[in-house]
């Protein structure tokens, strides 16, 4: 089992920046990739983006230019550096992690930070 810890959403104004962090503990050496999602009210949960554990990233379109998922030495903390936010980014940002030969969706989710952008 692996549990998943985020923390760092909240309110902040267009323009501005935020830093999640998702650490994780238990069997860590089952994940293959951590990932970023989102999910806006009365939408869908989406990949935002999402670092292998050989350090691939893999970025949506609509942030890519603007946020940046990096980990610390030990691969135990994942972070999203989110900046220029928008309204448009205001969601419940959810850790994921993936683990081998699985999809993203099957694998483990941590509890959600809300991150809210007023304009």
């Known amino acids: 089992q692996v549990q998943l810890v985020e923390s760092g959403g909240g309110l902040v104004q267009a323009g501005g920046s935020l830093r999640l962090s998702c650490t994780a503990s238990?069997?860590?050496?089952?994940?293959?990739?951590v990932g970023w999602y989102r999910q806006a009210s009365g939408k869908q949960r989406v990949l935002v983006a999402d670092?292998?554990?050989?350090?691939?990233?893999n970025y949506a379109d609509s942030v890519k230019g603007r946020f940046t998922i990096s980990r610390d030495n030990a691969g135990n903390t994942v972070y999203l550096q989110m900046n220029r936010l928008k309204p448009e980014d205001t969601a419940i940002y959810y850790c994921n992690g993936r683990r081998y030969s699985e999809s993203a969706r099957l694998g483990y989710w941590g509890q959600g930070t809300q991150v809210t952008v007023s304009s």
């Open positions: 238990g069997s860590t050496f089952t994940i293959a990739a």
């Open positions: 670092i292998s554990r050989g350090g691939t990233t």
